[in-house]
């Protein structure tokens, strides 16, 4: 692909690194900029710049947020008591669009998978435990991807809450064994919401594995 300005060519690069978004794509989104308006373009590429520098993390439970505490865990009429344990920012927006859940989250940051070198350190286990100790939590909700590397992940924490007085529960499987929850429907994902099964009658995964 050939540039007659090495500003678009740059441009085009930069955007080529979005995830999904190759060459061609690039090019169309930064020619789309080009016939925009001045004054628009600039709002686009500061609010980027301004969520890159001043977004934070949740110190409760690790969601994005634009303070120390983000507007789901600040809420007076969510359940406190309730916890959705998800892998990362992309399932909390997945199952918020449900709106069948009231609770709060738990954003751990990954699941445990050894092969991609993620270990339980690496994630934000001990602040979990450590908030269902504090907080008196009555139920734990994991929502997962159903997959082997998702069993390991819950198992290890069950182990971790087993001394504690927390029912702890999963989402039902309606979500296929091996899919991704970010790309569920929200009917399917309100379903196995509402439909949550406890983890001993769940657990497929192989528990030696950790």
Request: proline share 3%.
């Amino acid at each position: 692909m050939q540039f007659s300005s090495t500003l678009l060519e740059s441009a085009v690069g930069e955007f080529a690194k979005l995830p999904g978004i190759g060459k061609k794509t690039a090019l169309r989104l930064v020619l789309h900029l080009l016939k925009t308006d001045a004054g628009n373009v600039q709002g686009f590429g500061e609010a980027l710049i301004r969520m890159r520098q001043e977004i934070k993390f949740c110190q409760r439970c690790h969601n994005v947020s634009d303070g120390d505490i983000c507007s789901i865990c600040a809420n007076s009429l969510r359940k406190q008591e309730l916890i959705c344990v998800v892998e990362s920012l992309r399932e909390v927006i997945a199952i918020e669009s449900t709106q069948q859940y009231s609770g709060t989250y738990h954003v751990l940051g990954g699941i445990i998978s050894p092969l991609d070198g993620v270990g339980p350190d690496q994630l934000n286990i001990e602040t979990l435990v450590n908030r269902v100790k504090k907080e008196h939590t009555h139920e734990l909700i994991f929502a997962l991807n159903p997959n082997i590397q998702g069993d390991t992940t819950i198992y290890y924490i069950q182990k971790k809450l087993q001394d504690l007085p927390v029912r702890v529960t999963t989402i039902a499987r309606g979500i296929a064994f091996g899919g991704e929850l970010e790309y569920a429907d929200e009917m399917t994902l309100a379903r196995s919401i509402t439909n949550r099964l406890p983890v001993e009658s769940y657990r497929t995964g192989d528990e030696s594995a950790v």
